[in-house]
């Protein structure tokens, strides 16, 4: 069965810290990871990662995926308080429209 | 932007009523899709549909029924609402190519009493 597995699943930090959230998955076909940031309620699009050792940035987040190792790490650094969220991990396979999604990581970020 | 709207942000229900839900695109999608969230669950697949008129189950999609009669509009209907169906709703849609995230609406949280 296609999983895709997030950890932790919950994660409190001060202001100014660097933070690495991760994914990992088991997907039959994949084709691409992608992550989502949910503030309030609309998940809303970060990445799409679908080579390895490839970096994708924007501003203080970074993402890169390993397909060898069926995993991707995203790294906030110098967190803010507006990085609070939940932030999801969803791989999309080839054959259909399928978007597998785990169950998400809640970062709270304290001033 | 695109902009994905959902009608409602919260809705009470009772047990055994029929409920509507409904999402409209403005970004002339092909692909809409209708997710539930839960807590420690992430998004469960119910429903999607890649045209006018065509659906396709997701898969958990006991209990819902949908509809699209037109491109822009895509409708979860709960036949006979039950506690279990108290969840988050998300509505998302994309352009049917390659490689397209989902843009998502701003969910419905639907409570069934």
């Known amino acids: 069965e296609d999983k895709v597995v997030q950890s932790p699943l919950s994660l409190v930090v001060h202001e100014g810290d660097t933070v690495t959230l991760n994914c990992s998955y088991e997907v039959t076909n994949f084709r691409s990871l992608l992550w989502y940031k949910q503030e309030k309620k609309a998940p809303t699009f970060l990445f799409m990662l679908?080579?390895?050792?490839i970096e994708k940035k924007s501003g203080r987040l970074s993402s890169i995926l390993d397909k060898k190792e069926l995993f991707s790490i995203l790294n906030i650094t110098a967190t803010q308080t507006g990085d609070s969220a939940i932030y999801l991990c969803a791989v999309e396979a080839y054959g259909g429209f399928k978007t597998i999604f785990g169950a998400g990581t809640r970062l709270f970020v304290k001033a | 932007d695109v902009k994905v709207t959902q009608s409602s942000r919260y809705l009470v229900k009772r047990t055994g009523e029929k409920v509507f839900l409904e999402c409209v695109q403005d970004?002339?999608?092909?692909?809409m899709f209708w997710y539930r969230q839960d807590p420690g669950l992430g998004l469960r697949l119910i429903y999607f549909?890649?045209?006018?008129?065509?659906?396709e189950k997701g898969d958990i999609p006991e209990g819902y029924s949908v509809s699209r009669e037109k491109k822009e509009r895509f409708s979860l209907i709960l036949e006979s609402a039950s506690t279990n169906q108290t969840s988050m709703y998300l509505c998302?849609?994309?352009?049917?190519?390659?490689?397209?995230?989902?843009?998502f609406g701003s969910g419905t949280q639907l409570s069934v009493l």
């Open positions: 679908t080579s390895s050792g």
């Open positions: 970004m002339d999608h092909e692909n």
């Open positions: 549909s890649y045209d006018v008129k065509m659906k």
């Open positions: 998302a849609s994309s352009f049917n190519s390659p490689n397209e995230k989902l843009f």
